[in-house]
Nanobody, 125 residues
Framework: QVQLVESGGGSVQAGGSLRLSCAAS????????MGWFRQAPGKEREFVARISWNGANTYYADSAKGRFTISRENGKNTVYLQLNSLKPEDTAVYYCAASEFGPPGSLNWSGFDYYGQGTQVTVSA
């Protein structure tokens, strides 16, 4: 059974940085895209970033461009999300997701097949 486990969340002041990690285990295939989503209190879940299986292609939400960086280490089955220049509006639960069978290039939650439990990121002013 495929499992995704996030780590690295926490509380920081505005302008600070965090690095989120997501480790995949349980027999996931070798060619799967990974993505990060987030959900703030009282708001809908939104796409943050996506990376192709070989890391060659990345996609970002406008809110993430220039501040967040998605990367992966396939040898460790791990994807990362570097969060820089954090703002209070970045406060949310961040979820990683893996797409093994979903539509290529999907930026929608439903386009992924496996999901983590989430890690809380809190940014204070």
């Amino acid at each position: 059974q495929v499992q995704l486990v996030e780590s690295g969340g926490g509380s920081v002041q505005a302008g600070g940085s965090l690095r989120l990690s997501c480790a995949a285990s349980g027999g996931i295939g070798v060619t799967y895209a990974m993505g990060w989503f987030r959900q703030a209190p009282g708001k809908e879940r939104e796409f943050v970033a996506r990376i192709s299986w070989n890391g060659a292609n990345t996609y970002y939400a406008d809110s993430a461009k220039g501040r967040f960086t998605i990367s992966r280490e396939n040898g460790k089955n791990t994807v990362y999300l570097q969060l820089n220049s954090l703002k209070p509006e970045d406060t949310a639960v961040y979820y990683c997701a893996a797409s093994e069978f979903g539509p290529p290039g999907s930026l929608n939650w439903s386009g992924f097949d496996y999901y983590g439990q989430g890690t809380q990121v809190t940014v204070s002013a």
